[in-house]
């Protein structure tokens, strides 16, 4: 409910809206009208995760220990929730320990390479999303055909995922101003809102 105050969604109207945060524990998808929320999905997937899935694939494809630190650069550099048209897309130097030789090592990872370690944690926050949507009622579902979906937390800013979730649910889908804050602004708002303080704190 906060990410969807912080993103501007009108969340006292009656009026539904998908809202689909991506941060960095947990995907959190809520149905919200009226100041409520008509349903909601959480799924322990995120942006550590993604991080876990890009230096797993290093260590298995390239025989090389990187840090959290590297695959978050990574991600932010060149992640992508789509493979790229050329088939390799940009290119980023990944440096790390050579877990055979124990020594340090450098390989270059390409954006194809990263969207294809990011290819499990991606399809479960689709999975998450569309099981969203059949759960949604028949009348709210008619809002969101609408309104679409509105992405907020630092995940939503994965190169490709709104693109993606287009494309799985033929929705149309957008990325909130200020994606990252959505939740602190959101909380924020309703400090200063009556009317929206009802929506975060139940009287």
Same mark, same amino acid.
């Given at each position: 409910?906060?990410?969807?105050?912080?993103?501007?969604?009108?969340?006292?109207?009656? /009026?539904?809206?998908?809202?689909? *945060?991506? +941060?960095?524990?947990?995907?959190?998808?809520?149905?919200?009208? @009226?100041?409520?929320?008509?349903?909601?999905?959480?799924?322990?997937?995120?942006?550590?995760?993604? *991080?876990?899935?890009?230096?797993?694939?290093?260590?298995?494809?390239?025989?090389? &220990?990187?840090?959290?630190?590297?695959?978050?650069?990574?991600?932010? $550099?060149?992640?992508?929730?789509?493979?790229?048209?050329?088939? !390799?897309?940009?290119?980023?130097?990944?440096?790390?320990? *050579? /877990? #055979?030789?124990?020594?340090?090592?450098?390989?270059?990872?390409?954006?194809?390479?990263? &969207?294809?370690?990011? !290819?499990?944690?991606? #399809?479960?926050?689709?999975?998450?999303?569309?099981?969203?949507?059949?759960? !949604?009622?028949?009348?709210?579902?008619?809002?969101?055909?609408?309104?679409?979906?509105?992405?907020?937390?630092?995940?939503? @800013?994965? #190169?490709?995922?709104?693109?993606?979730?287009?494309? &799985? !649910?033929?929705?149309?889908?957008?990325?909130? $101003?200020?994606?990252?804050?959505?939740?602190?602004?959101?909380?924020?708002?309703?400090?200063? *809102?009556?009317?929206?303080? +009802?929506?975060?704190?139940?009287?």
């Amino acid at each position: 409910m906060a990410a969807a105050i912080g993103a501007g969604l009108p969340v006292a109207d009656p /009026v539904g809206n998908l809202v689909v *945060d991506i +941060g960095g524990g947990t995907t959190e998808v809520g149905v919200i009208s @009226l100041q409520g929320l008509a349903y909601c999905r959480s799924a322990r997937i995120g942006g550590d995760r993604m *991080d876990e899935a890009i230096i797993s694939y290093v260590r298995r494809r390239f025989n090389l &220990a990187i840090g959290e630190g590297t695959a978050e650069r990574v991600k932010l $550099e060149i992640g992508s929730a789509l493979r790229p048209g050329d088939g !390799t897309g940009p290119l980023t130097g990944v440096r790390g320990r *050579d /877990v #055979s030789r124990g020594v340090p090592a450098e390989v270059e990872l390409s954006q194809a390479q990263v &969207a294809e370690a990011l !290819t499990e944690c991606v #399809s479960q926050i689709v999975e998450v999303v569309r099981t969203a949507l059949e759960h !949604t009622q028949p009348e709210i579902a008619a809002d969101v055909i609408d309104n679409g979906i509105t992405l907020t937390g630092g995940g939503s @800013l994965l #190169s490709g995922i709104d693109t993606l979730l287009q494309e &799985a !649910t033929g929705l149309p889908v957008r990325i909130a $101003e200020d994606a990252m804050n959505c939740v602190a602004l959101g909380a924020g708002r309703t400090l200063e *809102d009556q009317i929206l303080r +009802g929506a975060l704190i139940p009287a």
